[in-house]
């Protein structure tokens, strides 16, 4: 009644990121509440996975050839089976991908409380608050919760993934596979690879990022001239790919690639949650935005308020050759 | 084929976004709203097949604010069908209290596909899309990027991190909360706006809703200012010079 939850996500064959820094945190909250650290693990040979879940007291394990893949309707079955016979008092999910899909639907089918976008949780006075980052990170969202089990979808990159990393052997509860999974709608076909792109961003030392301040395609070769200056390449936020202004393998961000430059140059980027994930972890951030309130500013190390196109020409012109 | 996507208008974030006197909502006295986003790229995509495989699309939207304007905005894009849903809903109206109502209103209505935007700056109690196929009892993909449908199934693109993505089968009627439009979502000049609102009717039903299923709000509060970074100020050219001392000085520039 008081065990913590967490969904062990993976991906082609590696549990995620999320996954560690939700074990770290799910440890961290099972001894406020007296409960054990439970990992979920969905899938197909995937046992292995759980010698890197040491800080689990236990996984609990369905294997099935329907969960090989993350599929959304068989994963939504098999975990609800798990929670239903657990019946846990806090349920971790990650907000990525396969999260955004498992933790509403989880919500609906038990009809249990779920927040979204969390970048806080904390036990206090023995009740659950979490903080959501809203609008597009411009305001954050207290919350607390009353009942058990409550879903808490947590934002990637929130919490330190070190402290989930530990090696073991946990023990180890297989679970039959619900029979529901027999019987699906959505079928996994295939996975498909992004295409390799002409540079490699996770490999730069400098990275002149644009976003939707960039207003128009044609402005594209003045930022690629700074970052040739610079020494480095070009990447974007999600706008400027979905626009085809840029390839994909630019991306920067949580359905793109995550970046570690030593210079993170952004420019026209308002720092959307999804988008910050991806590159928080910049040795050095400056960010140029026209919007004093904008969300990139308290990540970055430096800001400046103001037109990127009034900077740029200058900035440009002063780096020389 | 009949498509029906859902509408809704959220903050426009380009504007200063003010707590109220509650401390547990936005002031939304003079809150400028905006179409989701990913709703329009949900709106493109639904024409798109229409385009492609024949049959007609529905806006639905809850009823508030400019939402007339939302669904004359759809008719003037090509949508063939307006509904408005009527009800007596819980403001601020969350995610679970919204899929509901449109699970109600939908549950009336001829539908093989739904496409919802994969969600919004405001979900806090988590995505609309998503509820809504469980409360119609239908399967869901979401994150989607890529859809074709033949034969009574929808082949989608779900998109992971990294761009890594996988390919599905889903049987339809289904729920699709959709990332991106294969193109960037069309305009529709106000002219055409005003013409649809001429033209067009808006068909009203209504629906309860609940709003069960989320936290309880605390509060809302701005992230702290200056936790962050610190700020050049000055002129272009004074600002130009600061970045350009602090990279030489970190080694990045000679
Ligand atoms: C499942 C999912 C995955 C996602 N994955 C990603 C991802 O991987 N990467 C990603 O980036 N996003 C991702 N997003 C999208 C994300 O939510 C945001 O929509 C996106 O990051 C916003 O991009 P932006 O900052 O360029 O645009 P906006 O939020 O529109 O910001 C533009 C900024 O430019 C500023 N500006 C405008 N004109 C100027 C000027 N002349 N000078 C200076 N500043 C100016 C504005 O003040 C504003 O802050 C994802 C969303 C979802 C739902
Ligand atoms: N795709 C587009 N094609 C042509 N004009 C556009 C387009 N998008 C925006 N505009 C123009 O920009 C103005 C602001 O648009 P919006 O950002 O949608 O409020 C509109 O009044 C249009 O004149």
């Given at each position: 009644m008081s065990d913590v939850l967490v969904f062990a996500e993976h991906l082609q064959g590696n549990l995620t990121d999320s996954t560690f820094e939700l074990l770290g945190k799910g440890r961290e909250l099972a001894?406020?509440?007296?409960?054990?650290?439970?990992?979920?693990?969905?899938?197909?040979?995937?046992?292995?996975?759980?010698?890197?879940?040491?800080?689990?007291?236990?996984?609990?394990?369905?294997?099935?050839?329907?969960?090989?893949?993350?599929?959304?309707?068989?994963?939504?079955?098999?975990?609800k089976a798990v929670v239903q016979s657990l019946n846990p008092s806090i349920i971790l999910i990650p907000y990525t991908s396969m999260g955004m899909d498992l933790a509403s639907a989880l919500s609906a089918d038990l009809g249990i409380p779920l927040a979204a976008y969390v970048s806080e949780v904390k036990i206090e006075d023995g009740t659950l608050m979490t903080v959501s980052q809203m609008y597009g990170g411009k305001v954050n969202v207290e919350s607390e919760f009353s009942g058990n089990p409550k879903i808490v979808s947590v934002l990637a990159g929130a919490f330190p993934a070190e402290a989930g990393k530990v090696e073991g052997t946990p023990v180890i509860e297989t679970m039959e596979a619900p029979n529901a999974l027999a019987n699906l709608r959505v079928t996994f076909k295939q996975w498909i690879e992004p295409e390799g792109g002409d540079v490699d961003i996770t490999q730069q030392d400098v990275l002149v990022s644009i976003g939707r301040g960039i207003q128009s395609q044609e402005n594209i070769p003045m930022v690629e001239e700074l970052a040739r200056k610079l020494g480095?390449?070009?990447?974007?936020?999600?706008?400027?790919?979905?626009?085809?202004?840029?390839?994909?393998?630019?991306?920067?961000?949580?359905?793109?690639?995550?970046?570690?430059?030593?210079?993170?140059?952004?420019?026209?980027?308002?720092?959307?949650?999804?988008?910050?994930?991806?590159?928080?972890?910049?040795?050095?951030?400056?960010?140029?935005?026209?919007?004093?309130?904008?969300?990139?500013?308290?990540?970055?190390?430096?800001?400046?308020?103001?037109?990127?196109?009034?900077?740029?020409?200058?900035?440009?012109e002063k780096l020389g050759g | 084929m009949h498509i029906i996507v859902p509408l809704r208008q959220v903050p426009d974030l380009v504007e200063d976004l003010e707590i109220d006197a509650s401390g547990k909502d936005l002031d939304r006295e003079w809150l400028k709203y905006k179409m989701n986003e990913?709703?329009?790229?949900?709106?493109?995509?639904?024409?798109?097949?229409?385009?492609?495989?024949?049959?007609?699309?529905?806006?639905?939207?809850?009823?508030?604010?400019?939402?007339?304007?939302?669904?004359?905005?759809?008719?003037?894009?090509?949508?063939?069908?307006?509904?408005?849903?009527?009800?007596?809903?819980?403001?601020?109206?969350?995610?679970?209290?919204?899929?509901?109502?449109?699970?109600?209103?939908?549950?009336?209505?001829?539908?093989?596909?739904?496409?919802?935007?994969?969600?919004?700056?405001?979900?806090?109690?988590?995505?609309?899309?998503?509820?809504?196929?469980?409360?119609?009892?239908?399967?869901?993909?979401?994150?989607?990027?890529?859809?074709?449908?033949h034969d009574g199934k929808a082949v989608v693109h779900k998109e992971y991190a990294g761009g890594v993505m996988g390919e599905f089968d889903v049987i339809l009627p289904a729920v699709l909360g959709i990332q991106a439009a294969r193109q960037t979502p069309r305009y529709a000049p106000v002219s055409r706006v005003r013409m649809a609102m001429r033209k067009s009717t808006i068909e009203e039903v209504s629906a309860e809703a609940s709003a069960e299923g989320a936290p309880d709000i605390r509060k809302l509060f701005k992230p702290e200012k200056g936790a962050g970074a610190q700020m050049l100020e000055g002129s272009p050219e004074a600002v130009a010079e600061k970045i350009i001392h602090i990279l030489k000085e970190k080694g990045i520039v000679q």
């Open positions: 001894q406020t509440t007296g409960g054990h650290l439970i990992a979920a693990l969905l899938g197909k040979g995937v046992e292995p996975l759980t010698e890197q879940m040491g800080v689990a007291h236990k996984v609990v394990m369905v294997e099935h050839q329907q969960l090989a893949a993350f599929n959304p309707e068989a994963y939504a079955i098999a975990l480095g390449a070009l990447s974007a936020s999600r706008p400027i790919i979905d626009n085809k202004w840029l390839p994909k393998s630019r991306q920067v961000g949580k359905s793109g690639l995550k970046v570690k430059p030593r210079l993170y140059l952004a420019l026209g980027i308002s720092g959307a949650p999804e988008h910050i994930e991806g590159m928080k972890d910049a040795e050095l951030i400056i960010a140029v935005n026209s919007d004093p309130n904008a969300p990139i500013f308290e990540y970055a190390h430096y800001g400046v308020v103001g037109d990127l196109f009034d900077l740029l020409p200058i900035l440009k | 990913f709703d329009d790229h949900a709106l493109e995509e639904a024409l798109l097949l229409k385009e492609e495989v024949g049959g007609a699309v529905t806006a639905v939207a809850l009823d508030g604010g400019e939402v007339d304007k939302l669904l004359f905005t759809a008719a003037a894009k090509g949508a063939d069908r307006l509904v408005k849903v009527r009800g007596d809903f819980p403001t601020p109206l969350n995610s679970h209290a919204m899929a509901r109502a449109l699970a109600g209103a939908i549950q009336g209505l001829d539908y093989d596909l739904i496409l919802t935007g994969v969600q919004a700056v405001d979900e806090l109690d988590g995505q609309v899309g998503v509820l809504l196929a469980h409360y119609l009892g239908i399967p869901h993909v979401s994150v989607v990027t890529d859809v074709q449908v």
